[in-house]
Every structure is written in structure tokens, then in C-alpha cells.
């Protein structure tokens, strides 16, 4: 952690490196955590450095001390080569898919991504005349079949958002990378503390450090980090975006960072036992969690992840839509809301079927996703099952 100290003798581990990376107390007077750097203009002390731009910091919109302090962590956890913070988890997509594509091309997305993704291939990228295909997330290697050759970019997201189909990413990055096409992930569900979306054959991945890297439901941003073969690429994006992030916000994120570990083995932890408990109730059909035994992708769960964060889906037996809110509108412990991975519950009805288009959603009840937070297991279950008690299934 002290700067002469930064070439470790043994290779940490991730929840060791959490607590490490992107600190350099001594170039701060010894203060444990980066400060706040808040600016737009950087001046040069001469002429001679200013055509040079060659310090460091060269404008706000490329970069503080503590939006790079963020970036390099990341890459350090994450296995990559270099990180750029975007003002949200959407934005990180979006710059991704930009990085990867260009007018003519042909990208491949996997139906089970996040919806607000579709929104933007469907939207702005097919606007710029990029040829948009959706995919069936369980397609595996048989990506190859859909490989042409303008495919210049194929994203994965697995778990599926609310579906929680589990992909075989190293499958589908050879296939991708025997057509020479970009491989995005959008990771958010696991971060790289459980899926190490480089060393799994990703080009590109994703975080909504909204989620799980802020903790707290107090803020918003993104990073997307690249390998050797896209850090250029990326940046190159990035800066033609002039999309600086806020220092505050990237001092916040490093501030989640250091108890991510912490946060995410909790929240494994407890999502497992309450899924657990889920699959046993009467009024429940299916738990979609991918560390049960009965979810379908469980195996490829076991060779790829380090473990499961705690958002999964339940999918109820047969009751009305009335019924569901009688459950969830008499929660106490659950707020009703998007966004998850903060220290609160939450829970959410969703449906898929009506934005599906390579797959067909028609489960045989309606389908809650559930965002675990940091209270009480016996709490969080004595309030679901009061909610489902109102079901009133035999
Ligand atoms: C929430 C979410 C995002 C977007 O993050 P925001 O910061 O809310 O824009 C992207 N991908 C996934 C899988 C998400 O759940």
C-alpha cells in the first residue's frame, strides 16, 4: 500500500486486493484514502509541457486523482489492463457497445440482457446502422452459426437479468474470437469478485457500479474495463465522449469497495438461505437461483463462478396479478423499486415475454426478483411469509 510496497511479493486475493488497490497514502501526506479531487482546468507549468501533454492530468474530462484511483483499482480486480468510469451502469454499455461496433456492423446480444440495453441496440446503435441480432442466451458454442462475417460484437450477461439464464461465456468468447469479434459482459450480477470476466475470455465487461460496488443505493456509476487487445480502443471512446464521471461519486464507489467483499459474501450467503427456504413454501413453483442444485445452469455456475451475489427470481405457482401485489404491497422489509445490490431488500414483479424476441418467456405463474440486503435473515423471512400467507395456497 505504500508506494514502495506496490509490487507484492505474493498475488492477493481478491478480498485482500479490495482493500488495497488504487491507495497510495503517502502521496497524500499519509491519508489512508484518495482525496477529492474536484476540477476542470489542469494548467501547465510552461509551454514546453503543455505541447507535450505529457503530465498526468491533462483535463477534468480525462481524469483526477480520484477518478484514476477507481480505474486502476478496478483493473486490478478485474484482471485488466485499463478501466474507464462512465455516470452510470447504462452509459458503460452503451460506451461498450460504441467501442466495438461501427456503421455496417453486425452485433449479437443475448435476448436475457438487461432491458435498457435492448433499448440502446434497438434505439441508437440500429440508427447508426449497426445490423442488431438477438440471441438465445443458452446457445453456448452454436453462437458460431450466427457469426458473420461483420460480426464485430457479441455480448453476454449471465446470469440473465430477471431470467437468470446461466451462459457459457468461455464457449461463446472462442467462438467469437475465432470470427475475430469483440466479446462484452456485462458482469454486473457477479463482479469480478465471482466471475473473472477477462480470464473467462471477455474483451470488454461491464459494471453497474450502481449496484453492488456502491452498496448503499446513494449513487450511480459505471466502468467498463478492457484486455490488452481493447484498452486502446476503449479509451480512445471514452475520451471522444468527453464523459467524466464525478470525483465525489468515484470517492463514494472506492469508499463501497472496500467492504464489497464483505458485503457480497454476506448477501450470498443469505440469498442462498432464503432461496432455499423459498423452494420449500407451497405458494412458490421455481426458485431461479443459479447455486441450487435445480436451476439448469447450475454446473456451468460451478465451473465458471466464485460464488453468487444475492439477487435471484421466484416463480410463484399460478396466482393472479391481484394476488401478487397482495404479497408484495404488504411488505415490510422489501421496498418496491429497480436498481438492487444496496444494503435494503427489494423485490420486484417482472414479466419478460413482452420484450423476448430470440426466446420464449411463459413461465407457469407470475415471477418476483428479489435483491437481498444486509437484515436479519429470520426478519426478512417472517415478513415473506406473512406476504405469501396471503396467498392462501394449499
Ligand atoms: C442496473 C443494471 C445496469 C445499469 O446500471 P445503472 O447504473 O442503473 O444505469 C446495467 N446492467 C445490469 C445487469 C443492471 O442490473
Redesign the pocket.
Known amino acids: 500500500m505504500s508506494n514502495e510496497k506496490k509490487e507484492t511479493k505474493h498475488k492477493l486475493r481478491l478480498a485482500t486486493l479490495v482493500t488495497q488497490a488504487g491507495r497510495a497514502p503517502f502521496d497524500h501526506f499519509g491519508f489512508v484514502n484518495p482525496p477529492i479531487y474536484r476540477g476542470s482546468t489542469v494548467l501547465f507549468p510552461t509551454v514546453a509541457a503543455l505541447e507535450g501533454l505529457r503530465q498526468p492530468y491533462t483535463y477534468g474530462t480525462k481524469g483526477t486523482p480520484t477518478t484514476r484511483a477507481l480505474e486502476q483499482a478496478w483493473s486490478e480486480i478485474a484482471g485488466a489492463v485499463d478501466t474507464v468510469l462512465t455516470p452510470?451502469?447504462?452509459?458503460?454499455?452503451g460506451l461498450a457497445l460504441l467501442t466495438a461496433t461501427h456503421a455496417g456492423a453486425h452485433a449479437l446480444i443475448a435476448d436475457s440482457?438487461?432491458q435498457?440495453?435492448r433499448i440502446f441496440c434497438d434505439g441508437l446503435l440500429k440508427r447508426f446502422g449497426v445490423n442488431v441480432e438477438y440471441y438465445d442466451p443458452l446457445i453456448g458454442g452454436g453462437v458460431a452459426t450466427l457469426m458473420r462475417p461483420e460480426t464485430t460484437a457479441v455480448l453476454v450477461?449471465s446470469p440473465g437479468?430477471q431470467s437468470m439464464e446461466v451462459q457459457d461465456v468461455p464457449a461463446i468468447a472462442a467462438a467469437a474470437h475465432a470470427h475475430g469479434a469483440c466479446v462484452i459482459a456485462?458482469n454486473?450480477?457477479a463482479t469480478p469478485l465471482l466471475f473473472p470476466p477477462h480470464e473467462r475470455g471477455c474483451d470488454l465487461a461491464?459494471e453497474?457500479?450502481?449496484?453492488y460496488l456502491a452498496g448503499h443505493a446513494d449513487l450511480?456509476?459505471?466502468l467498463v474495463s478492457a484486455n490488452a487487445k481493447w484498452a486502446k480502443r476503449l479509451r480512445a471512446t471514452f475520451n471522444a465522449f468527453g464523459m467524466g464521471s464525478s470525483p465525489d461519486d468515484a470517492s463514494l464507489a472506492l469508499r463501497g469497495l472496500r467492504t464489497m467483499a464483505l458485503r457480497l459474501r454476506e448477501q450470498e450467503r443469505a440469498a442462498l438461505d432464503i432461496a432455499q427456504w423459498l423452494q420449500d413454501r407451497p405458494e412458490v413453483s421455481r426458485v431461479l437461483h443459479p447455486a441450487l442444485p435445480t436451476h439448469p445452469g447450475h454446473e456451468l455456475w460451478k465451473r465458471d463462478f466464485n460464488g453468487a451475489s444475492g439477487?435471484f427470481s421466484v416463480i410463484l405457482k399460478d396466482v393472479s396479478k391481484k394476488a401478487v401485489a397482495a404479497v408484495v404491497d404488504g411488505l415490510e422489509l422489501f421496498g418496491i423499486g429497480?436498481?438492487?445490490?444496496g444494503y435494503e431488500s427489494l423485490v420486484l414483479p417482472f414479466d419478460c415475454a413482452s420484450y423476448r424476441t430470440a426466446t420464449r418467456w411463459a413461465p407457469e405463474g407470475p415471477a418476483l426478483r428479489f435483491s437481498i440486503g444486509l437484515e436479519d435473515v429470520a426478519d426478512l423471512k417472517s415478513d415473506l411469509a406473512a406476504g405469501l400467507g396471503r396467498l392462501k395456497v394449499s
Open positions: 452510470s451502469g447504462l452509459a458503460a454499455i440482457a438487461y435498457p440495453t450477461e437479468s456485462d454486473t450480477w461491464i453497474a457500479g450502481t449496484k450511480l456509476i459505471g439477487v429497480f436498481s438492487w445490490g
